[in-house]
């Protein structure tokens, strides 16, 4: 079994992982933005992944009208998102179908809240005038946007300029 880790997760220190109940990242979580800070600020992490999955048991539970106490306060950013995209998924009938799209939405939606955070802005920042300075001492110009769009911010950054790092994994938990 350790043999097999190995070769999924790679050696000690490759991997970094937190979790959290539906893979959620709240921009209030202050476990998980320190995590995020420790990661991307001292560990030099520059690959983020999200790893939701089918069955969600915290996405079942959203879509629900109970009452499961402190649970709520998770659930409610979930509701959130099947809120943004309503229109869309009252559309698919069948409540499989429904459930399957809404674990996806829902981890694009966590994506961007890891993208807004100020570890990764700043990183994110650094690393663009580090690249910009690069190609202006080369006699070439780095057209790189800064905005706060998270569709256009997403390329900015040249993944072959990369040097390899560990990851960042969060999941549900």
């Not at 050696?11 to 209030?28: D, M, Q």
């Not at 030099?44 to 939701?52: A, K, P, Y």
């Not at 229109?87 to 459930?99: A, M, N, Q, S, T």
Request: aromatic share 4%; net charge negative.
């Amino acid at each position: 079994m350790t043999s097999h880790l190995s070769s999924v997760l790679g050696s000690a220190g490759e991997l970094f992982v937190h979790r959290n109940v539906g893979n959620l990242v709240p921009g209030n979580d202050l476990n998980a933005l320190s995590v995020l800070e420790y990661a991307v600020t001292h560990l030099g992490v520059t690959d983020i992944v999200v790893t939701g999955h089918y069955d969600c048991g915290a996405v079942r539970a959203s879509v629900r009208r109970q009452d499961l106490g402190l649970l709520e306060n998770w659930l409610r950013l979930i509701r959130d998102v099947y809120r943004i995209h309503k229109d869309y998924l009252d559309l698919i009938e069948d409540e499989e179908e429904r459930h399957l799209k809404l674990v996806e939405l829902n981890v694009i939606e966590q994506c961007n809240n890891i993208y807004k955070t100020g570890p990764v802005q700043r990183k994110r920042m650094e690393v663009t005038e580090k690249l910009v300075k690069e190609q202006n001492e080369k006699g070439t110009q780095y057209n790189a946007a800064v905005t706060s769009d998270e569709s256009s911010l997403m390329d900015t950054i040249p993944h072959h300029h990369a040097k390899h790092t560990p990851t960042i994994s969060t999941q549900e938990g």
